[in-house]
């Protein structure tokens, strides 16, 4: 079948994407691009406003249909998300970008996820009971919030679940391309049970002969590796030895997350590792945690997934198993920002503060050379998961072209650029200590 039917709707302004980004807003991140920051930091609260905001803001049906009370919303007629009502259901007004984070923040903040994921496996259960379907398939802004996505798999009905990597609005391009081909176009449809969007790598890609040739012209110091194994075994040599590793290689992601093409790697057993990356990488808010990269064949042995459970797009959040988890000098007692002071794994740079990770599984045929630089970390260190962010810093896109970067690398506390067979070292570059990233930085607006 080639041909799309919509069965049922809820027409705006009543929209969860837009609920969230009211929150996104109210708790002074911005929207469209905060929403992710939001889902990160619900786990250093607790729900508290949860009855409050169901009783005060919502209707929500059994079926997750629901309408919102307009009272409170200000993005229908004026250019904030919500109106003053809003201020005096929480106790003042929205914060400020930039100010600190306090714990009134990150209690809205698990109040909305809790909320937000209530409504999506209502969504789901009702999809199911009107269809029944054993395959759930999901895209729209809302489907990149992986923890509702992990529970759907969890907790649904559905025997698997796929999410479109570029769901947010970037997405609505190849939807329209594919609509026309099919729909109106009427052309065969012949699906695959193979991943038929090539994991998402459709981006530009860069010949080794291109990138020497801007090194050179720059005066980079690099070395080829003509060897692959050998350039493999540097790279993951590097991770082992707690070095921050840019990593451009292949075609790039289509999509919000980085993947392996364009990532900034690191050693997952790290305990400092997410610190170090968050303020002297990424410089970006200490709180905001980071994706495993795993080989898929291991995926359950660290994760609370089935055997070969496939995640490839990093679109799923799973709790850490307990064998894996470890007691460290938590307490119950701690609070808000406190919780990033204890060590909650085996992999603690990885394990959020709710012992939970967004996972990206890899496999060879997909991702050939990221497997191979994983399995060679493993070889090294016994452990098969490594820190995969996307090559950036905050407020930056994810870096396209070899002279992203480079520059990006140069003004960075980065270790080891690696472009495609060619491995820079930061310590070899010329005038590499004299850079000063603040005017990089100043460059891209705050996301």
């Given at each position: 079948?080639?041909?799309?039917?919509?069965?049922?709707?809820?027409?705006?302004?009543?929209?969860?994407?837009?609920?969230?980004?009211?929150?996104?807003?109210?708790?002074?991140?911005?929207?469209?691009?905060?929403?992710?920051?939001?889902?990160?930091?619900a786990p250093y609260g607790e729900p508290i406003y949860r009855d409050l905001m169901i009783d005060k803001l919502l209707d929500i049906k059994d079926d997750g249909s629901f309408r919102m009370n307009m009272d409170y919303f200000g993005f229908c007629d004026s250019d904030v998300m919500t109106s003053p009502k809003m201020n005096s259901l929480f106790g003042g007004p929205p914060r400020k970008a930039e100010t600190d984070i306090t714990e009134r923040e990150m209690d809205i903040a698990a109040s909305i996820q809790a909320v937000t994921e209530e409504i999506v496996l209502k969504i789901a259960a009702h999809a199911h009971a009107v269809t029944g379907s054993k395959n759930l398939v999901m895209a729209g802004g809302v489907a990149l919030n992986c923890v509702a996505n992990g529970r759907i798999l969890r907790e649904g009905p559905f025997d698997e679940v796929w999410i479109q990597p570029a769901a947010g609005d970037a997405g609505g391009a190849l939807g329209a391309a594919l609509f026309t081909w099919y729909q109106l176009l009427d052309k065969p449809r012949r699906a695959s049970a193979d991943d038929a969007q090539s994991g998402s790598l459709l981006g530009p890609e860069f010949s080794s002969d291109k990138i020497q040739s801007y090194l050179d012209e720059v005066g980079a110091i690099y070395r080829v590796f003509d060897d692959e194994a050998e350039l493999i075994d540097r790279i993951a040599q590097a991770i082992a030895d707690q070095k921050v590793v840019g990593h451009f290689a292949d075609r790039a992601e289509f999509g919000p997350r980085a993947l392996g093409s364009r990532s900034i790697l690191g050693d997952a057993r790290s305990v400092e590792m997410q610190s170090v990356m968050n303020l002297k990488i990424k410089f970006r808010e200490s709180f905001r945690p980071f994706a495993p990269a795993i080989l898929r064949e291991n995926v359950d042995d660290f994760f609370e997934m089935r055997a070969q459970e496939n995640s490839p797009y990093m679109l799923l959040v799973a709790p850490v198993r307990e064998e894996k988890r470890l007691n460290g000098d938590a307490t119950e007692d701690s609070r808000g920002l406190e919780k990033l002071k204890e060590i909650r794994s085996s992999v603690p740079a990885i394990t959020h503060v709710d012992h939970s990770a967004r996972v990206q599984t890899i496999d060879e045929k997909h991702h050939p050379r990221f497997y191979r630089i994983i399995k060679s970390f493993e070889s090294k260190t016994q452990s098969p998961v490594v820190i995969n962010t996307s090559f950036n810093v905050r407020g930056e896109p994810i870096v396209n072209t070899p002279e992203d970067a480079y520059r990006c690398f140069m003004y960075t506390n980065m270790d080891v650029l690696v472009l495609e067979n060619c491995i820079l070292l930061k310590d070899d570059q010329p005038g590499a200590q004299e850079i000063d990233a603040s005017a990089y930085l100043a460059e891209f607006a705050l996301d």
């Open positions: 079948d080639n041909h799309l039917e919509m069965l049922e709707e809820m027409r705006f302004p009543h929209s969860l994407g837009l609920l969230y980004s009211a929150f996104t807003y109210f708790t002074g991140f911005r929207v469209n691009s905060g929403e992710y920051k939001l889902m990160g930091l």
